[in-house]
């Protein structure tokens, strides 16, 4: 795990999203852009790292932000594990890429909303607002 952030106290953190991207620029800048928005965030650097922490945190987040090329394990390759393990495989993903086709982009990983790279922060906050709905109390 590289980096969590929140601006409230344990008991008010509801939103949790989980950043799933190997850009160290683009990892930061999404963390930046979801905690002000008040979400409590978590960035890892490859699918491998995601995984990890997801199979041994007992708290779920309310989405993941999934970027589809990373060295180690790719989103494909991450989203194939996420749905074989009944524990995981509900948690909502947002794909993050560079492909031209994104809705072919989101079709490989099986769902999911896509969204292109360099991502628009208006779409970004709008689709983590609507998968992560009533689970989360927002603030600010």
Do not use: W
């Not at 905690?35 to 790292?49: I, K, L, N, P, R």
């Not at 769902?111 to 922060?121: A, D, F, M, Q």
């Amino acid at each position: 795990m590289e980096q969590t952030r929140s601006l409230f106290s344990a008991h008010e953190r509801r939103c949790r999203v989980l950043v799933v991207e190997d850009d160290r620029d683009t990892r930061e800048a999404l963390l930046d852009v979801l905690t002000d928005a008040a979400y409590d965030v978590t960035t890892v650097g490859h699918g491998a790292e995601a995984l990890a922490l997801l199979r041994e945190d007992g708290e779920r987040p309310c989405a993941i932000v999934l970027d589809l090329m990373m060295p180690v394990m790719d989103g494909r390759e991450f989203r194939r594990h996420q749905q074989c393990d009944p524990s995981l495989s509900s948690i909502p993903l947002i794909v993050l890429t560079a492909h031209a086709d994104r809705e072919g982009g989101a079709m490989t990983v099986h769902g999911g909303t896509c969204l292109r790279k360099p991502v628009e922060l208006d779409d970004l906050l709008g689709n983590v607002a609507a998968v992560c709905g009533t689970a989360c109390r927002r603030h600010g």
